[in-house]
């Protein structure tokens, strides 16, 4: 076992264990958006991020980082809980998060934090990129614009339901999540139309069709559910 | 019997000025007097002056010719090697035969590029008459790994790729990684716009590298290594295939090297070219096969790389320094540098420098003494404004630091970086925030796009800077500027995220009143951003002949001929310059601010 501090608390982890999994463990929340539990840790969008005092401050995602012996770990410092609001802020500009029309509003992971974190403003220029909705699925909507491009989707669909249809496609901000190296989705022919990427995505980006505002709830929860059922390799 | 050598330079940048047709025209003209058997023409790597191309050195004496020309031949073969008469008109500087008094290489101390431009790189027998391959057999021979890896320590070596880790330790941090399979990989990516030292190093004396990636290979136990190389290097790439199979056909690379019972094989693979590619675990995704986007670290790559086996990742220069500390030893080579900061750096010079080009000088040497001396200062006429070093994440020092030693900490410590060692010095000309903005347009632009703070921070920084250079910035604009910068810094994933922020930083840091005069005054001061410039013509000067009025593209100036004086219409000017630029008389004047 390794022994290491949280917020001033010992606390165990097993070898190979991040911060995050032994934090949860002893009840100490830090709020996450790209991690899910069931798929492997992506480290991107940077809400997770604690300081790690003995070593020299340095920030690192609790997600994605392996907890070491003698560790001493801060999760909620002005500081994080600055840097914590900014992230939100910035992915708040990036595309088109207006809630009261999403069909996620009110079950919403982004929404979720933004009220956990205190983020009630946004204070840079929003980018509304106006890109296209892919209504193509006969069962599922994808809305680009609402993307946060946490790649939970791309993860569900290659490392639990083994299809791959989703993948990241160019680059910077204009990176997208695309099915088949560039839709429509309806016409994918790797999709099995199972439904786990939309149960993974923690916003409103994709949804299943014919729900109205607000009516989108989800149960992430399953992709865990599915792998913790699979022998361990 | 040879008489005189010619080193022709027949780096990249000597080859697309015309190296092979020299070559030709020298060769004939040397059969056509009879002089084939007495000088040889050695092909050679980057010799550094690479605006001055082609350039040759001619041995014994010395004598160093730049911008040759296919039609000078027949006038260095007649005059030079038969009469002895150097041509003066083809000298670098009149009456300074010898490169040795020129101080842009006294200055300059050669340890990695010591074979550039002297050896022949694609003929091994000359790397080794030049000492090569001893430090390989020496390790081998007479070295334990750790005795290897102890003495790498000892000489201070720190990486050239950028962030100047200590080399010794992170070859012991992966000859102490639990595993049997290790791998090395040499990272020869080089994406910064502007950068080729490590192009210069492969093209000019590939045995380098690969002597280093052996001994390395050696230190760390590792069979099997891959030199990750830009594919827009084809020169480089051809002169690496070409030495690699030299070197196994002497058993100095391949099984059981020098028949020690050390093997080491090693293979090249392609970079597509993103620049976020040379960062170490996208690199290692890349040589998978996956979207080469990084990921975060720990662990690092000597604890998990390639194939998530303990993987040793150095820089092409950091490989080239690996044999001189083995053969000459570490005290050698850190009696050369600072504390910090042993051994030399090889840096690109750019900009509104004299002497632009590959330069090799000690570390600690002063910024001054690398641009006015080494450089030859900013060209008549211009004034010296800042120093942008460390690639396009490099930070931007002002006059008043030019005494700071160029060594890892002191320059990170002034907010700039020595990053893969890029240097453009910016004369009076140029406009800080617009400097600032061009960098972060090309980070980015680089970004992969896979963590939020660089994704979509860079790019918000970057509107920001595009109100302040259009004169639409406010001063909460710049308090938001600073805190984004910030923000990014610290929260990226990757390295490209955490320096993106430098040139903002630093500009913000020592360019200040700049950013203030586009917010408050409305003005560019250094009269670039052409939202905050007019144009004014001047009374005395303007003779009225017209030729501004008709260049106008947008009908703003009017006037008649010969009744000067001409006027401008600031409400319909664009300016785009076009006035100034067709004016005979130099009565066109270009002013800091929006109206006159
Ligand atoms: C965006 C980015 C680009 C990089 N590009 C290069 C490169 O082109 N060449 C290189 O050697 N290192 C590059 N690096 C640094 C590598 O990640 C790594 O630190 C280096 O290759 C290690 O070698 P060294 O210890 O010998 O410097 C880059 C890093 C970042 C963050
Ligand atoms: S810092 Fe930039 S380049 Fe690096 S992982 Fe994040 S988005 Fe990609
Ligand atoms: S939850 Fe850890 S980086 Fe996103």
Redesign the interface.
């Known amino acids: 076992m390794i022994t290491l501090e949280i917020d001033g608390r010992t606390v165990q982890a097993r070898p190979g264990q991040t911060i995050l999994e032994a934090a949860r463990a002893a009840g100490i929340r830090i709020p996450t958006l790209c991690y899910l539990e069931g798929l492997s840790?992506?480290?991107?969008?940077?809400l997770c991020?604690v300081e790690v005092a003995n070593w020299n401050g340095k920030?690192?995602?609790a997600c994605?980082?392996?907890a070491e012996e003698g560790m001493r770990v801060v999760t909620g410092s002005q500081r994080l809980k600055e840097?914590r609001r900014?992230?939100l802020e910035?992915?708040f500009?990036?595309r088109n998060h207006i809630c009261s029309i999403c069909v996620s509003n009110g079950h919403c992971e982004l929404q979720d934090l933004a009220c956990e974190l205190g983020m009630d403003a946004v204070?840079?220029?929003y980018?509304f990129p106006g890109l296209s909705l892919d209504a193509s699925h006969e069962k599922f909507v994808y809305d680009p614009n609402r993307c946060v491009?946490c790649g939970r989707c791309v993860r569900a669909c290659s490392e639990v339901e083994g299809a791959m249809t989703w993948?990241?496609a160019?680059?910077?901000?204009?990176?997208l999540v695309e099915p088949d190296l560039g839709g429509p989705w309806g016409e994918s022919e790797t999709c099995t139309g199972c439904g786990k990427c939309v149960q993974a995505c923690p916003v409103g980006a994709l949804a299943e069709r014919g729900v109205a505002t607000a009516e989108q709830e989800k149960r992430p929860q399953v992709l865990a559910e599915v792998t913790e059922r699979r022998p361990r390799v | 019997m040879r008489r005189l050598e010619v080193l022709l330079c027949s780096g990249t940048a000597c080859l697309s000025s015309g190296a092979q047709e020299v070559k030709k025209a020298l060769l004939s003209s040397l059969a056509a007097h009879g002089l084939a058997e007495e000088v040889r023409i050695v092909e050679t790597g980057c010799m550094g002056p690479c605006e001055l191309g082609p350039v040759m050195l001619i041995y014994p004496e010395g004598t160093f010719y730049i911008k040759v020309r296919p039609q000078d031949a027949e006038e260095i073969v007649v005059e030079h090697f038969l009469k002895g008469r150097p041509v003066a008109r083809l000298l670098w500087r009149e009456g300074a035969p010898s490169p040795q008094e020129l101080p842009f290489f006294s200055r300059q101390r050669k340890v990695v590029l010591s074979n550039c431009g002297v050896i022949d790189p694609e003929r091994i027998e000359e790397y080794i008459a030049a000492g090569g391959y001893e430090a390989l057999g020496r390790a081998l021979t007479e070295m334990s790994p750790e005795e290897v890896i102890e003495e790498i320590k000892r000489s201070g070596l720190r990486g050239r790729g950028g962030a100047g880790f200590p080399t010794g330790t992170k070859w012991e941090l992966v000859r102490k990684a639990p595993g049997g399979e290790k791998y090395v990989i040499c990272n020869a990516d080089e994406g910064d716009p502007g950068a080729f030292m490590d192009r210069a190093i492969l093209e000019g004396d590939p045995h380098a590298v690969l002597e280093g990636m052996a001994i390395a290979a050696y230190a760390v136990g590792a069979k099997s290594g891959y030199i990750y190389v830009r594919a827009e290097y084809p020169l480089a790439i051809r002169r690496l295939e070409e030495a690699i199979s030299q070197a196994r056909k002497l058993g100095l690379l391949g099984e059981d090297i020098l028949e020690t019972g050390f093997s080491f094989n090693v293979e090249l693979r392609m970079g597509a070219g993103?620049f976020?590619c040379g960062e170490e675990t996208a690199l290692i995704a890349s040589i998978e096969g996956r979207?080469g986007?990084p990921?975060?670290r720990?662990?690092y790559p000597a604890q998990s790389g390639l194939w998530g086996k303990p993987t040793l990742i150095n820089n092409v220069e950091t490989f080239a320094n690996v044999r001189h500390i083995i053969q000459n030893g570490a005290d050698w080579f850190s009696a050369i540098g600072t504390e910090t900061s042993k051994g030399t750096k090889v840096f690109a010079l750019a900009g509104q420098v004299r002497n632009t080009g590959l330069v090799e000088v000690p570390m600690g040497i002063t910024l001054r003494e690398l641009i006015f001396d080494v450089g030859g200062g900013v060209p008549e006429g211009r004034k010296f404004k800042a120093v942008q070093i460390g690639g396009p994440s490099g930070g931007c020092l002002p006059e008043g630091l030019l005494d700071v030693p160029v060594d890892y900490e002191s320059l990170r410590g002034h907010g700039a970086i020595m990053g893969s060692g890029g240097v453009i010095v910016l004369d009076d000309s140029a406009c800080m925030v617009n400097v600032a903005k061009f960098f972060l347009e090309f980070t980015?632009?680089?970004?992969?796009?896979?963590?939020?703070?660089c994704?979509?921070?860079?790019?918000?920084m970057l509107?920001i800077l595009n109100r302040i250079t259009s004169g639409e910035g406010t001063e909460e604009d710049l308090q938001?500027l600073e805190?984004?910068a910030q923000?990014v810094k610290?929260?990226?994933?990757c390295g490209l995220g955490q320096t993106a922020p430098n040139p903002v930083l630093s500009t913000l840091r020592y360019f200040r009143d700049e950013y203030l005069a586009h917010i408050r005054e409305g003005a560019c001061p250094a009269g670039v951003c052409p939202a905050l410039i007019h144009y004014r013509i001047d009374p005395e000067l303007c003779r009225g002949c017209d030729a501004c009025r008709r260049a106008c593209p947008t009908g703003a100036i009017s006037g008649t001929p010969g009744s000067p004086p001409y006027r401008i219409d600031q409400s319909l000017c664009i300016r785009c310059g076009a006035c100034q630029a067709a004016c005979p008389f130099g009565a066109i004047e270009r002013l800091p601010g929006r109206k006159g």
Request: aromatic share 4%.
């Open positions: 840790p992506r480290g991107s969008c940077r991020l920030l690192v995602p994605a980082t392996p840097l900014m992230v910035l992915l500009a990036e204070r840079f220029p980018r491009l993948g990241f160019g680059r910077g901000v204009n990176t | 993103a976020v979207r986007e990921r975060p720990p662990p980015a632009e680089e970004s992969c796009g896979k963590c939020t703070p994704r979509v921070g860079t790019q918000t509107s938001r805190e984004l923000l610290s929260a990226s994933l």
